[in-house]
T-cell receptor, first 114, second 109 residues
Framework: EAQVTQNPRYLITVTGKKLTVTCSQN?????MSWYRQDPGLGLRQIYY???????DKGDVPEGYKVSRKEKRNFPLILESPSPNQTSLYFC?????????????FGQGTRLTVV | GQNIDQPTEMTATEGAIVQINCTYQ??????LFWYQQHAGEAPTFLSY????GLEEKGRFSSFLSRSKGYSYLLLKELQMKDSASYLC??????????FGTGTKLQVIP
């Protein structure tokens, strides 16, 4: 089954404690991205990757890091989480580099930073 | 940046037809998507328009007018399970994808 898998689904952490949210896709997609979703703001892109070792900033990259060492995996790293990073996070992948193909989303990770 | 406007909330009756409108800035257009998102769940793809006109897919149809920067999603024969948020998404080419804040549709009996 074609899918994007994120882990964990729920996470409560304390300010400053480094964390990683994993994302894996089994569709051999080149393009992957991370979004955060906050009430009234819609999904905002954090980082994206066009292929292995190729990543770039989205609209709200501050406080986040990513890596793309393998095509299937695209982890999101919060080196020093803060309460304003409390949000619902989605990983997505698509086959197109040009924004013309549908995106497949992971189940979401609800992060709370206290 | 790209501004996408769509109504915040709509209510419609089971079995009826509802149209959800979306307007966007026309510069750098590469396509217009619609996604459905149930509360707390991942968005799922509904439709993609790149040329003017109507695309029909079962109970769902999507329309695009590039010159007017306008799209709508039409849902027919509404079912209770259609209660969800509907996201209008503008693709501005080479990786630039902008999500609207979504229209929360409530289907009532």
């Amino acid at each position: 089954e074609a899918q994007v898998t994120q882990n964990p689904r729920y996470l409560i952490t304390v300010t400053g404690k480094k964390l990683t949210v994993t994302c894996s896709q089994n569709m051999n997609h080149e393009y992957m991205s991370w979004y955060r979703q906050d009430p009234g703001l819609g999904l905002r892109q954090i980082y994206y990757s066009m292929n292995v070792e190729v990543t770039d900033k989205g609209d709200v990259p501050e406080g986040y890091k990513v890596s793309r060492k393998e095509k299937r995996n695209f982890p999101l790293i919060l080196e020093s989480p803060s309460p304003n990073q409390t949000s619902l996070y989605f990983c997505a992948s698509s086959r197109s580099r040009g924004g013309s193909a549908e995106a497949f989303f992971g189940q979401g990770t609800r992060l709370t930073v206290v | 940046g790209q501004n996408i406007d769509q109504p915040t909330e709509m209510t419609a009756t089971e079995g009826a037809i509802v149209q959800i409108n979306c307007t966007y800035q026309t510069s750098g257009f590469n396509g217009l998507f619609w996604y459905q998102q149930h509360a707390g769940e991942a968005p799922t793809f509904l439709s993609y328009n790149v040329l003017d006109g109507l695309e029909e897919k079962g109970r769902f149809s999507s329309f695009l007018s590039r010159s007017k920067g306008y799209s709508y999603l039409l849902l027919k024969e509404l079912q209770m399970k259609d209660s969800a948020s509907y996201l209008c998404v503008h693709s501005g080419g080479y990786q630039k994808v902008t999500f609207g804040t979504g229209t929360k549709l409530q289907v009532i009996p």
